[in-house]
T-cell receptor
Framework: NAGVTQTPKFRVLKTGQSMTLLCAQD?????MYWYRQDPGMGLRLIHY???????AKGEVPDGYNVSRLKKQNFLLGLESAAPSQTSVYFC??????????????FGEGSRLTVL | KQEVTQIPAALSVPEGENLVLNCSFT??????LQWFRQDPGKGLTSLLL?????REQTSGRLNASLDKSSGRSTLYIAASQPGDSATYLC???????????FGKGITLSVRP
């Protein structure tokens, strides 16, 4: 019963370093999302994907890149980390339905600190 | 642009009280609305999903209602318990791109 799994759960980076967050889901969901959560700002959508090989920008995409080479995986990359990217990152997935997306399932989060 | 508002930001109640958490949204053309629970340091757990054609959904002590025309949803928690203490977020899906817009959440504290 893995659901949505995020790795790593914690990471500390120095400004300018790069890293990749991995999200894996075992529910055969079409849609996958990356959010960041910051105090007072709520959850903000970074990028999302509506199927294998597709990606789209969300509300706050700058400084991030994503890839969805396999249906079950959605990768979030930071090419040159900045202190403003210190946040908790959440991955989510859902199945496609006739009326939009179905129920969203979230991972446990990845806490990133950029020094 | 869809905006989702949850007021108040925090709420403290004594154990056993029935309570209502409110969520309002600006664009009534939604596909569905979800209520989530988030415990400190954890991810979000889906509580209830209401499709746009539905008026309410129930799960145990939780009941969520949806009034699209007025842009409102409520989450009713019956006989609150200290274990219900958490942050409750609502989110709506608007449009065919299936993106969710979240409220900032209501942090609930149930006092023993």
């Amino acid at each position: 019963n893995a659901g949505v799994t995020q790795t790593p759960k914690f990471r500390v980076l120095k400004t300018g370093q790069s890293m990749t967050l991995l999200c894996a889901q075992d529910m055969n969901h079409e849609y996958m999302y990356w959010y960041r959560q910051d105090p007072g700002m709520g959850l903000r959508l970074i990028h999302y994907s509506v199927g294998e090989g597709t990606t789209a920008k969300g509300e706050v995409p700058d400084g991030y890149n994503v890839s969805r080479l396999k249906k079950q995986n959605f990768l979030l990359g930071l090419e040159s980390a900045a202190p403003s990217q210190t946040s908790v990152y959440f991955c989510a997935s859902s199945r496609a339905t006739g009326g939009g997306t179905g129920e969203l399932f979230f991972g446990e989060g990845s806490r990133l600190t950029v020094l | 642009k869809q905006e989702v508002t949850q007021i108040p930001a925090a709420l403290s109640v004594p154990e056993g009280e029935n309570l209502v958490l409110n969520c309002s949204f600006t664009d009534s053309a939604i596909y569905n609305l979800q209520w989530f629970r988030q415990d400190p340091g954890k991810g979000l757990t889906s509580l209830l999903l209401i499709q746009s054609s539905q008026r309410e959904q129930t799960s145990g002590r939780l009941n969520a209602s949806l009034d699209k025309s007025s842009g409102r949803s409520t989450l009713y928690i019956a006989a609150s318990q200290p274990g219900d203490s958490a942050t409750y977020l609502c989110a709506v899906i608007t449009g065919a791109n299936s993106k969710l817009t979240f409220g900032k959440g209501i942090t609930l504290s149930v006092r023993p």
